[in-house]
């Protein structure tokens, strides 16, 4: 069973940058896709972005698009998010996860993701 771990959330102000961390307990990692999501009180967990094993392709969300990057290094089994010019409203829990099923093609439903981390709190404050 693989082990994700967060790492690297935090406070910061509006137009701040943070740089998330996922590190993975298995070399297996490298042949999953993985997806970081969020999740803010009293709302469900949205999809963020997602990166193909090989890091080939990217998706992210259009509220994340253009801020933040999501990129892998399969050498130290970690992936990583980006994020720039934060704002109030990415504040939530951000989680990665992976998902062995699919090889291509990036799903966005959290559901369909099979192994997760517990997760970090990033707060941006106004």
């Known amino acids: 069973q693989v082990q994700l771990v967060e790492s690297g959330g935090g406070l910061v102000q509006a137009g701040g940058s943070l740089r998330l961390s996922c590190a993975a307990s298995?070399?297996?990692?490298?042949?999953?896709?993985l997806g970081w999501f969020r999740q803010a009180p009293g709302k469900e967990r949205e999809f963020v972005a997602g990166i193909t094993w090989s890091g080939g392709s990217t998706s992210y969300a259009d509220s994340v698009k253009g801020r933040f990057t999501i990129s892998r290094d399969n050498a130290k089994n970690t992936a990583y998010l980006q994020m720039n010019s934060l704002k109030p409203e990415d504040t939530a829990v951000y989680y990665c996860a992976i998902d062995r099923r699919r090889i291509g093609v990036i799903d966005r439903r959290y559901y369909q993701y099979d192994y997760w981390g517990q997760g970090t709190q990033v707060t941006v404050s106004s």
């Open positions: 298995e070399r297996t990692f490298s042949t999953y896709i």
